[in-house]
């Protein structure tokens, strides 16, 4: 059944298609990192303004130097030792969709253990956008069923794994991390 969901989401995504899934965090809204139009679309389920930041999902840190022009060699380690879902945001993305990167050129990034999403981003390899299923301005879904009906019918599929887990389960922790290797928590 696992494998099965993911060649279906795996399809969606390559045909610039929008999914509802399941990750390490909480239900996300998912897309091809790097197509503008499938960013589009999926922000526009969100009623979300175009200026607002989007998390990308990477399945290994050896990735990371395909989108971020510079690494500082700490956030290895960061990523190595946390021990709670970790995105970074890190300066100068690139090779991603322009929707994707913030006005000042940063893109935040999480690499996810995750049952579905470590696999589905290993077989698209490419990122895949990650943000909370949720008409902006909304609270966070906690669980499936607490997702808004208005984004089950927008979306090109609905993934069916562990809809019904009921583990509470908290958005990542946020840091932004310079080039030099300064960080700071943006959301702990």
Same mark, same amino acid.
């Given at each position: 059944?696992?494998?099965?969901?993911?060649?279906?989401?795996?399809e969606?995504?390559?045909?610039?298609?929008?999914?509802?899934?399941?990750?390490?965090?909480i239900?996300?809204?998912?897309?091809?990192?790097?197509?503008?139009a #499938?960013v589009?679309?999926?922000?526009?389920?969100?009623?979300?303004?175009?200026?607002k930041?989007?998390?990308?999902?990477?399945?290994?840190?050896?990735?990371?130097?395909?989108?971020v022009k510079?690494?500082p +060699?700490? $956030?290895?380690?960061?990523?190595?030792? #946390?021990?709670?879902?970790?995105?970074i945001?890190?300066? %100068?993305?690139?090779?991603?969709? #322009?929707?994707v990167?913030? $006005?000042d050129?940063s893109?935040?990034?999480?690499?996810?253990e995750?049952? !579905?999403?470590?696999?589905?981003?290993?077989r698209?390899?490419? @990122?895949?956008? *990650?943000?909370? $299923?949720?008409? *902006?301005?909304?609270? *966070?879904?906690? !669980?499936?069923?607490?997702i808004d009906?208005?984004?089950? %019918?927008?979306?090109?599929y609905?993934?069916?794994? +562990?809809?019904?887990?009921?583990n509470?389960?908290?958005? *990542?922790?946020?840091?932004?991390?310079? @080039?030099?290797g300064? !960080?700071e928590?943006?959301?702990?």
């Amino acid at each position: 059944m696992l494998k099965d969901e993911i060649n279906k989401a795996l399809e969606v995504i390559k045909n610039g298609g929008v999914i509802l899934y399941p990750t390490d965090t909480i239900w996300g809204l998912g897309c091809d990192a790097t197509n503008t139009a #499938a960013v589009d679309k999926l922000l526009k389920i969100k009623n979300r303004p175009a200026e607002k930041s989007l998390i990308v999902l990477l399945d290994v840190d050896s990735k990371l130097q395909s989108y971020v022009k510079e690494i500082p +060699e700490v $956030a290895y380690d960061l990523i190595e030792y #946390a021990e709670n879902p970790l995105t970074i945001i890190f300066s %100068d993305a690139k090779n991603l969709a #322009a929707n994707v990167i913030n $006005a000042d050129g940063s893109v935040g990034i999480r690499i996810v253990e995750h049952d !579905f999403c470590t696999p589905l981003i290993q077989r698209f390899r490419k @990122p895949i956008v *990650s943000t909370s $299923a949720n008409l *902006s301005g909304k609270p *966070s879904p906690k !669980f499936f069923d607490d997702i808004d009906p208005e984004i089950l %019918d927008a979306v090109d599929y609905v993934v069916d794994f +562990e809809q019904e887990n009921r583990n509470i389960k908290k958005p *990542s922790t946020i840091m932004k991390l310079t @080039p030099s290797g300064q !960080f700071e928590f943006i959301r702990k």
